[in-house]
């Protein structure tokens, strides 16, 4: 096994391992109801600010446009989102919610939550408020 000296090193690969891990263990919950990672992070982002562009979709998921149009394209099969040009931007479409794409983000959130807190339950208050401002030093580089 490869030692690390460099610490710099060391802390990617520690937080990179850590996120895997809660990411797996906080996926449980929206499995659960059939949903893609991308699926419910787009139902969460519509439920949470409403209608808007993919391109604003994209950018409130920290997404990569990649596959979000045949993720979209999907869901609206599956009834949970409308798609309907921009009136301001007819070269753009706007997406929302149906009210069955409502009724299944309000089904899985609350598991996602209940996953989240459990997951973070590892670290006290304090901790939590730490991490968070150190990790919000990355912000803006």
Request: glycine content about 4%; aromatic content about 6%.
């Amino acid at each position: 096994m490869t030692e690390f000296k460099n610490s710099a090193v060391k802390l990617m690969v520690v937080m990179r391992k850590a996120f895997r891990t809660i990411d797996a263990k906080v996926s449980e919950s929206y499995k659960e109801d059939n949903l893609t990672a991308t699926q419910f992070a787009a139902l969460d982002v519509l439920y949470a600010k409403g209608e808007m562009t993919i391109g604003e979709l994209i950018d409130k998921m920290l997404a990569t446009s990649g596959n979000m149009t045949v993720v979209i394209k999907n869901m609206e099969k599956k009834g949970w989102v409308s798609r309907r040009l921009n009136p301001e931007d007819r070269r753009a479409y706007l997406v929302d919610l149906t009210s069955l794409g409502r009724r299944v983000i309000e089904r899985a959130l609350p598991a996602h939550i209940e996953k989240v807190e459990a997951v973070f339950s590892l670290l006290s208050e304090n901790e939590q408020e730490e991490l968070i401002a150190l990790l919000k030093k990355f912000k803006d580089l």
